[in-house]
């Protein structure tokens, strides 16, 4: 009868990681870190190796590359990560030059296993063998087949020692197979891409024996703390599967929105939970109307979240918006970097909402954020925003978007990106010329599962914020730009109603 063994997954200590892992890493498993130069390979095992590293649990790690470790350590030192003080202790450095040199694998082999079994080390790192080895004199067939047999038998040995071992390399599985990749655990593919001033790194899961991963690229960042992953945002049911993004269903109840006649206009005021795009054009008022929507849930002891990319942080921030912020009642995401991605944000945003138990949050604009994503992932934004939406209807919070429209007259939109159908609320904001003025309109066009206004009503900005006015009577054609009066109103005087 065969045992069941519980494999111990360990904490890698690089953020986001575990979560594509499904849960950390296997212990004892072998694994490879691939990707071309400059992913970010040798920052990742080092982070890894720092992080597991403990006097119970040492590493040893051979260097293969044509320059020797401490040139290496000299620039992974200005990582957050790095300790010195573990050097030489828990974390053991062997430069295998003299054996490459010889260009005898057997060699090779023969030099990292005995290490091994003298430093007995819990973890094994080899890192880079493969640009280094295809550079030595191979042996008389010339063939390569030298190269290839000595990566599968290193493989098939760090598989059998009680460690858990990472060799790295620049190998493509996809364009490069190699029966290493047969022998190994897990494999951890790095790719980095560049369009115009913007590179993209991502990392991806190929493989990892025992355990789900999370499926495709997710996008990572190399700061001065080291590599950060930003898992791919996903949606999970109540069983804890993952599921498809979709809209969870909203509690009861409804929450004000802070705007004199909106609450009546909505049918009570916003079902709590819902998302409400809010969509006009420059100057329409739009961050106005989410600044109120926060204002309120402050004043009913709601703490809210705004992410703002409009302007810059001195500029975009009115009083009141900092009044909050100070108060500890707000929580502010206002980057200027201009290569981010959407689950960058999303990770940013949700860490966020639940630190200050916020139910509101505001996204100001989409308009904004489209430009402050890179341009990778412009090409799916769409279905970024879709996720978007999702994981923050799943939290539960209810959510504001604004959207910058072009104000056109020959077709009425909602959104320049087709998210309208994403939220379950829309309100639209447009300009109208009314006998040489020009005068501001706003209407309900949607409230998802919920009875509302149909009427199209003038609104003013004050310095108390939106005004909203009587409904307009007796015109028609307000949205086409060219308001007309109809038969009714030209048989009597009067103006606007």
Not at 82 to 101: P, Q, T
Not at 154 to 173: D, K, M, N, R, V
Not at 231 to 242: E, K, L
Request: aromatic fraction near 8%; glycine fraction near 10%; proline fraction near 5%.
């Amino acid at each position: 009868m065969i045992e069941h063994v519980a494999i111990r997954r360990l904490a890698t200590g690089v953020p986001g990681l575990d979560a594509i892992l499904g849960g950390g890493l296997p212990e004892f498993s072998f694994n490879l870190v691939t990707g071309p130069p400059g992913a970010g390979k040798t920052t990742l095992a080092h982070q890894l190796m720092f992080a597991l590293a403990t006097p119970e649990q040492p590493a040893l790690f051979f260097t293969a590359l044509g320059e020797p470790p401490w040139k290496m350590l000299r620039y992974q030192q200005q990582f957050a990560f790095f300790a010195l003080d573990k050097i030489g202790g828990c974390i053991r450095f062997v430069h295998l030059n003299e054996e490459l040199a010889a260009g005898d694998f057997a060699r090779v082999l023969a030099r990292i296993s005995e290490e091994v079994q003298a430093f007995g080390p819990a973890f094994v790192f080899v890192d880079s063998f493969r640009s280094v080895l295809a550079q030595a004199p191979q042996p008389p067939h010339g063939d390569g087949s030298g190269l290839r047999m000595f990566t599968q038998q290193l493989g098939i040995t760090l598989a059998g020692w009680q460690t858990t071992s990472f060799l790295i390399g620049e190998y493509s599985p996809l364009s490069d197979p190699h029966p290493v990749f047969t022998v190994a655990d897990g494999i951890l593919n790095l790719e980095q891409s560049v369009q115009r001033n913007s590179m993209v790194r991502k990392i991806q899961v190929l493989k990892m024996r025992g355990q789900a991963t999370s499926p495709g690229m997710h996008t990572m960042r190399i700061t001065d703390a080291g590599l950060t992953v930003f898992p791919s945002a996903t949606v999970r049911d109540d069983s804890g599967d993952v599921a498809p993004a979709k809209l969870s269903a909203h509690s009861a109840g409804r929450v004000a929105m802070g705007v004199p006649l909106l609450d009546d206009m909505l049918g009570g005021g916003l079902p709590s939970g819902y998302s409400m795009l809010v969509a006009g054009p420059s100057g329409s008022g739009k961050t106005i109307l989410s600044t109120s929507f926060l204002s309120e849930g402050v004043r009913r002891g709601e703490a809210g979240v705004i992410v703002a990319f409009e302007q810059t942080p001195s500029r975009s921030r009115t009083h009141t918006i900092d009044d909050m912020v100070r108060a500890g009642c707000l929580g502010l995401i206002n980057t200027r970097l201009m290569d981010l991605s959407v689950d960058e944000i999303v990770q940013q945003l949700v860490q966020l909402v639940h630190e200050m138990k916020a139910t509101r949050v505001v996204i100001d604009s989409l308009s904004g954020f489209e430009l402050a994503v890179a341009p990778t992932f412009r090409e799916d934004f769409r279905e970024s925003l879709f996720r978007l939406v999702a994981v923050l209807s799943g939290l539960g919070v209810t959510v504001l978007l604004t959207s910058e429209l072009e104000d056109r007259y020959t077709d009425l939109r909602f959104s320049p990106y087709g998210s309208a159908f994403l939220t379950d609320a829309i309100v639209v904001q447009r300009y109208i010329e009314v006998e040489s003025s020009l005068q501001r309109v706003m209407a309900v066009v949607k409230v998802r599962g919920s009875a509302h206004s149909n009427d199209i009503r003038r609104y003013e900005i004050n310095d108390d914020g939106i005004a909203i006015g009587k409904p307009i009577l007796h015109y028609e054609g307000l949205f086409g730009g060219r308001p007309m009066r109809t038969v009714e109103a030209r048989t009597v005087n009067g103006g606007l109603r």
